[in-house]
Nanobody, 120 residues
Framework: QVQLVESGGGLAQAGGSLRLSCAAS????????MRWYRQAPGKQRELVAA???????NYADSVKGRFTISRDAAKNTVTLQMNSLKPEDTAVYYC??????????????WGQGTQVTVSS
């Protein structure tokens, strides 16, 4: 049973910082990609940042220069450092991963979500 567990959400003031972490556990042979999504009330879930198995990264335009995604492939963890936070960053943030099991099959997993609230 594979699980993604997020931590690090909470309340921050505009201009402040928060750091989100996500750890994948279970029967994981290989970690192909890990991502952070977010969903604000009344809005669709959107991709915030992604990191591939090769270490390549990409970001939503709205967070470029402010957020940094990083991963520890050996530990199957991913973090999202969020700086210069804005009220519009308020959302539930979800960890997402493409993980290959020991049978060689890739599956897509989601964490339970962690709330980030930025006050003005």
């Amino acid at each position: 049973q594979v699980q993604l567990v997020e931590s690090g959400g909470g309340l921050a003031q505009a201009g402040g910082s928060l750091r989100l972490s996500c750890a994948a556990s279970g029967s994981i042979r290989r970690n192909n990609a890990m991502r952070w999504y977010r969903q604000a009330p009344g809005k669709q879930r959107e991709l915030v940042a992604a990191v591939t198995s090769g270490g390549g990264t990409n970001y939503a335009d709205s967070v470029k220069g402010r957020f940094t995604i990083s991963r520890d492939a050996a530990k199957n963890t991913v973090t999202l450092q969020m700086n210069s936070l804005k009220p519009e960053d308020t959302a539930v943030y979800y960890c997402n991963a493409d993980l290959v099991n020991y049978s060689g099959y890739e599956n897509h997993y989601w964490g339970q979500g962690t709330q980030v609230t930025v006050s003005s």
